[in-house]
């Protein structure tokens, strides 16, 4: 079946560490996004790519990279730089005609 | 301000009951709009999608939208305790990220 796998489910970072987190999609979609969710603040876009080798900043990107080295793949770093990166983050992705397919979410925590 | 509102709840009615959820957007360059729906701890999934003004409906859910007045809802009728989660609705112009409301919690009891 076709879908977006996001990994890992859970994620514990420490003070000051860079993770990484992984989104695939075998949908064949040329766009893909990253959402930020944090309690009682809806979906926030950190950055999204409209087509391999290419990404925009959205609204929350401070702290934040990404890279679109292959269709298939948009995978999301934390930075130190990100001061408050607990939360839930969720990576979609659009085809040409239909509505956003997303991921089951990593939830990130720092220790 | 965000260009797309949405009241947070939580709505609590009971089971059989028509629920009627509602956003507004801002930004009239929107043409798509979409309905998900978010069970605690997943990710959200596709109800509604919808192109520019007019009704659809799937079943028990019927999505509007009135873009002269920039106004989303969504109607679920013959309303589950399986139809208790967050509600999140969305709009974007082509080729841009989907804009969210804050997402309203629903909750249908016995």
């Known amino acids: 079946d076709g879908g977006i796998t996001q990994s890992p489910k859970y994620l514990f970072r420490k003070e000051g560490q860079n993770v990484t987190l992984s989104c695939e999609q075998n949908l064949n979609h040329d766009a893909m996004y990253w959402y930020r969710q944090d309690p009682g603040q809806g979906l926030r876009l950190i950055y999204y790519?409209?087509?391999?080798?290419?990404?925009q900043k959205g609204d929350i990107a401070e702290g934040y990279s990404v890279s679109r080295e292959k269709k298939e793949s948009f995978p999301l770093t934390v930075t130190s730089a990100q001061k408050n990166p607990t939360a839930f983050y969720l990576c979609a992705s659009k085809g040409p005609e239909a509505g956003y397919t997303f991921g089951s979410g990593t939830r990130l925590t720092v220790v | 301000q965000k260009e797309v509102e949405q009241d947070p709840g939580p709505l609590s009615v009971p089971e059989g009951a028509i629920v009627s959820l509602n956003c507004t957007y801002s930004n009239s360059a929107f043409q798509y709009f979409m309905w998900y729906r978010q069970y605690s701890r997943k990710g959200p999934e596709l109800l509604m999608y919808t192109y520019s003004s007019g009704n659809k409906e799937d079943g028990r859910f019927t999505a509007q939208v009135d873009k002269s007045s920039k106004y989303i809802s969504l109607f679920i009728r013959d309303s589950q305790p399986s139809d208790s989660a967050t509600y999140l609705c969305?709009?974007?112009?082509?080729?841009?990220?989907?804009?969210f409301g804050k997402g309203t919690s629903l909750l249908v009891t016995p």
């Open positions: 790519s409209q087509i391999v080798n290419d990404f």
């Open positions: 969305g709009g974007s112009n082509s080729g841009y990220a989907l804009n």
